[in-house]
């Protein structure tokens, strides 16, 4: 077995594939939100962003298929480490590992990233399966419109929130990259990468709520 291949397959070497992976992820979702702050400046400059994205053809197909694989590798790499670790301690702790300085990122790690599975997998649907005769503000505003579907993309972000500032903290250590020195300044940039993305997404929710005809 060649030292790539057993690389791969260890315990540490899955954790530099989510490190990797998840930081790809949270590039693209970074650029995605950028993009899609474009919503709070009205209509016109929405639907001219989302032009000038669909006109480059080809590159955003390649891109779309390269996030789909590094989410595809994030994903089963994250369960499986979730499975080996679940077969490592078959007993519960007889003490609250929160006590040990788990945060709620961490213990619910798997948790958050089967419920952003799932939200992405109904976001995806509602998009792909629209009419997309329309122009894509309504599309956007029409399914934003419904109060249950804001909810539930709502809980998605919530997901992502904990999931993210955990992962971001997560991919230090992983690389190797942490330090007493700079975790503090680690601590205040995750917080402040995540605020900023999940902010976007929610401000983007609740004003498409709450003005209904906003992209109208």
Known sequence: MSWFTQTITSSLGKKYIMALTGLLLGGFLLVHAAGNATILLGRPDFLSYARRLHSLGLPVTIAEITLLVLF??????????????????????????????RTWGSATMAWTGIAILCFITLHLTNFYLADHRRPLADIVGGILD??????????????????????????FQ???????????????????LCGGIVGIFLAIVLLLLIKRNYLA
């Open 174 to 192: 992983s690389l190797g990259l942490n330090h007493p020195k700079y975790n503090g300044l680690i601590g205040t940039c995750r917080w402040l």
């Open 146 to 171: 419904n109060p249950l579907y804001s909810a539930l993309y709502c809980a998605g972000l919530l997901a992502l929130t904990l999931h993210i500032s955990h992962g971001f903290w997560s991919m």
């Open 72 to 101: 595809s590798i994030h994903v089963v790499t994250g369960l499986t480490l979730f499975y080996r670790n679940n077969q490592a301690r078959p007993s519960p702790y007889a003490v609250s590992r929160r006590a040990g300085g």
